[in-house]
């Protein structure tokens, strides 16, 4: 692995992302709608069904990015889940909209998420395998705006397919898209050679209780204490950002007065402001520190909730989502080289899946709780309050967080 940024392999590897931000967009924006039409779904029933894939995360990422760092096969390490898991979940997500039993759409869904998560976490560690540490924040950059252009076009061109199509074709033309996205990393991206696990850890690694011992965290107490610090801070905007994914359908339909279809072109006006803004957050992240460029993502995005409590002027509406987007790249661009700096080399894809242990941990208990919030005080506006009092308490964690970022690189 050189010593510099490799742009055009970051590019490619980036679309691993893209494939899991294109499902989880339209996933995001038309299960609540179907649940709600289709099965006429209460707020606290679509919350559970939709944490269903965060139950998953937190009970798989760990266990599935540890067994990817520990993974020999011709293919590498991480491929071998990719190129099994994403043609399973293309299957599945497109016949999602036509089961008319609830039995059977629940089933599909299930199957899908579970899946789903078999993958992601050794698609994300690509990105740390590939480049040097110095620079993963702006790699991150580039891997999230890849991934910002597959929110985009999974929510303005959903929109429109919806708008021509009703609920299957946005999910069908994404699962299409997924495949092709599966086929340039295949052609593209070599994983570096790793040497062969050592005869002994091999021996060991067939019982389950060294497994087990193998997600074991190797830090010292300053260490672990930033490293507990910041999940926190991830679980709290993780609870914030995914209620606000997961309900800003049913909000606009109830409070804007539009449609579904323009309700997901309107999301994707975020996901313009994470595309646009991806790179030069990694770089700013670079410049003046990771921790620093979250502390502005969270001062601003709570400062933008407060006025989508009374505001309904679409256009009004489609700047602050932009500023959004701004500020939500501040924040997951850098959080995620932050994991993997205290990781360590040897165990990026099991510090990866505690990244994923508690955002989707986050993500499994806010839905139903934001649900049950929601059928009580009936006012989809509580929405943003909620996100508020979330991102405030993420940014009393990372205030507290004290590692994380790179030492300074050596003048050659």
Not at 304 to 311: G, S, T
Not at 315 to 323: N, V
Not at 352 to 372: E, K
Request: charged content about 10%; overall charge positive.
């Amino acid at each position: 692995m050189k010593d510099k940024l490799d742009v055009k392999t970051t590019i490619l590897l980036s679309f691993g992302f893209f494939a899991s931000m294109i499902l989880w967009s339209v996933y995001n924006a038309y299960v609540p709608v179907i649940l709600r039409e289709n099965f006429a779904a209460s707020g606290f029933v679509i919350g559970l069904i939709m944490s269903i894939d965060n139950f998953f995360g937190v009970v798989f990422q760990p266990l599935f990015g540890r067994m990817s760092d520990r993974t020999r096969t011709r293919f590498g390490r991480r491929l071998p889940f990719l190129f099994i898991g994403i043609p399973v979940c293309a299957v599945l997500f497109s016949i999602i909209p036509h089961m008319t039993a609830l039995w059977a759409f629940m089933g599909v869904v299930i199957v899908f998420t579970f899946v789903m998560g078999v993958w992601r976490t050794p698609a994300v560690s690509l990105m740390p395998d590939l480049t040097p540490g110095p620079f993963r924040s702006q790699a991150n950059g580039i891997v999230n705006l890849t991934g910002g252009v597959g929110a985009v076009l999974a929510f303005a061109g959903g929109g429109v397919l919806f708008e021509l199509g009703g609920f299957p074709l946005p999910f069908l033309v994404s699962a299409i898209i997924s495949l092709g996205a599966l086929a340039i990393v295949a052609i593209f991206i070599r994983e570096p050679e790793y040497p062969p696990l050592p005869p002994k850890e091999e021996d060991k690694s067939q019982t389950l209780t060294a497994f087990f011992k193998s997600f074991s965290i190797d830090l010292n107490i300053q260490e672990k204490k930033s490293f507990i610090l910041i999940l926190s801070a991830i679980f709290f905007w993780f609870m914030g950002y995914n209620t606000i994914e997961t309900f800003f359908s049913l909000y606009a339909i109830a409070t804007l007065g539009i449609t579904a279809g323009q309700a997901s072109i309107l999301l994707a006006v975020i996901g313009a402001g994470v595309v646009l803004f991806a790179i030069p957050c990694g770089f700013l992240g670079a410049k003046i520190g990771r921790r620093k460029t979250i502390f502005i993502g969270i001062i601003g995005m709570s400062a933008l909730f407060i006025p989508m409590m009374f505001i309904t002027n679409i256009w009004i509406i489609r700047g602050i989502l932009f500023l959004c987007g701004i500020f939500w790249a501040c924040i997951n661009i850098n959080s995620l080289p932050m994991i993997v700096r205290i990781s360590g080399p040897m165990k990026i894809g099991l510090f990866i899946g505690y990244y994923y242990l508690f955002s989707f941990s986050a993500q499994l208990i806010t839905t139903p709780i934001y649900g049950l919030i929601l059928d009580f005080v009936g006012n989809y506006k509580s929405l943003w309050v909620y996100a508020l009092v979330t991102f405030i308490l993420a940014g009393i964690c990372l205030f507290f967080v004290r590692h994380g970022e790179e030492e300074p690189k050596p003048v050659s």
